[in-house]
Nanobody, 118 residues
Framework: QVQLVESGGGLVQPGGSLRLSCEASGITFRIYSMGWYRQAPGKQRELVAAITSGGSTNYADSVKGRFTISRDNAKKTVYLQMNSLKPEDTAVYYC????????????WGQGTQVTVSS
């Protein structure tokens, strides 16, 4: 059974920081590309950041220079360090695991709420 369990969300003031974690089980974590997506009320889910199995990263323009994605294959965990948070970063953040080598697999976590407000 595949599980992606996010943690680390919460309420933070503008300019503050949070670190999200997503621990995976039931998959060969090291071969998956991992991503963080977010969905704000009334908006479509969007990619925030992704990291390939080889460690290459990409970011949405809106978070470049503020957010950092990383992974620890030994712990089967992907992280999203979020600094200089803005109210517009408020959303539910979802972890995603994606495999496109031979067979395709795609899994989602349950999401964690991030609220940036004073």
């Amino acid at each position: 059974q595949v599980q992606l369990v996010e943690s680390g969300g919460g309420l933070v003031q503008p300019g503050g920081s949070l670190r999200l974690s997503c621990e995976a089980s039931g998959i060969t974590f090291r071969i998956y590309s991992m991503g963080w997506y977010r969905q704000a009320p009334g908006k479509q889910r969007e990619l925030v950041a992704a990291i390939t199995s080889g460690g290459s990263t990409n970011y949405a323009d809106s978070v470049k220079g503020r957010f950092t994605i990383s992974r620890d294959n030994a712990k089967k965990t992907v992280y999203l360090q979020m600094n200089s948070l803005k109210p517009e970063d408020t959303a539910v953040y979802y972890c995603n695991a994606d495999l496109r080598s031979g067979v395709s697999r795609n899994y989602w976590g349950q999401g964690t709420q991030v609220t940036v407000s004073s």
